[in-house]
């Protein structure tokens, strides 16, 4: 079984504050994504990565930026939180190649007071 | 602009009800359309379509694509409460390996 995880369920953080959310997947995907998840709005595409090192704006990067120095790793960063980053966030991989479905983390909800 | 508009927003069905999902799209180089369920937690994924007119099926849950006129339906006979969720439409864009997500539908089933 594929397996995404997310260092944090829950996370309550300060204006202003650097934040740091973290994704590990186990089956040596090539491809990464990081989305936030809004009611109404849907799932958004943040940033995804296609290898090490590698990175990709996707729909609302403005805030947010990454790092994948490892195949299995990818951070999604805040450097300065704010109130409107407040949100659920996803973590995905998938294979690449052939194939399309996305393995999704559980998720962290993030509060920014 | 690519998009992907899932109807309705919202449905109250009882136990043992019939429905229908709907989700239809504009997406350029459209390469595969994928249905999740949701719960309280993250999306898991329940079919993959890339071809028109054939049906997948799993148990309940059956699903077509409908390449002509950009739609897919998600069907789900004899519901149990246990169908609660939020099924999110994505599509899949063939040139940059994206995922493009409606906004999903948020299903309850009353006992």
């Known amino acids: 079984d594929v397996k995404v995880t997310q260092s944090s369920r829950y996370l309550v953080k300060r204006t202003g504050e650097k934040v740091f959310l973290e994704c590990v997947q186990d089956m040596d995907h090539e491809n990464m994504f990081w989305y936030r998840q809004d009611p109404g709005l849907g799932l958004r595409l943040i940033y995804f990565s296609y290898d090490v090192k590698m990175k990709e704006k996707g729909d609302i990067p403005e805030g947010y930026s990454v790092s994948r120095e490892k195949k299995e790793r990818f951070s999604l960063i805040l450097e300065s939180a704010s109130t409107n980053q407040t949100s659920m966030y996803l973590c995905?991989?998938?294979?690449?190649?052939?194939?399309?479905?996305?393995?999704f983390g559980p998720g962290t909800r993030l509060t920014v007071t | 602009e690519d998009k992907v508009v899932q109807s309705p927003l919202s449905l109250v069905v009882h136990e043992g009800d019939t429905v229908t999902l709907n989700c239809s799209y504009e997406?350029?180089?459209?390469?595969?359309l994928l249905w999740y369920k949701q719960e309280k937690k993250a999306p898991t994924f329940l079919f993959m379509l890339t071809s028109s007119g054939i049906e997948k099926k799993s148990g309940r849950l059956s699903s077509i694509l409908d390449k002509k006129e950009l739609f897919s339906i998600l069907n789900i006979t004899a519901t149990q409460t246990g169908d609660s969720a939020v099924y999110l439409c994505a599509v899949f864009h063939y040139n940059t390996d994206k995922l493009i997500f409606g906004t999903g539908t948020r299903l309850q089933v009353f006992p």
């Open positions: 995905a991989s998938t294979p690449g190649g052939e194939s399309y479905e996305q393995y």
């Open positions: 997406v350029t180089n459209f390469r595969s």
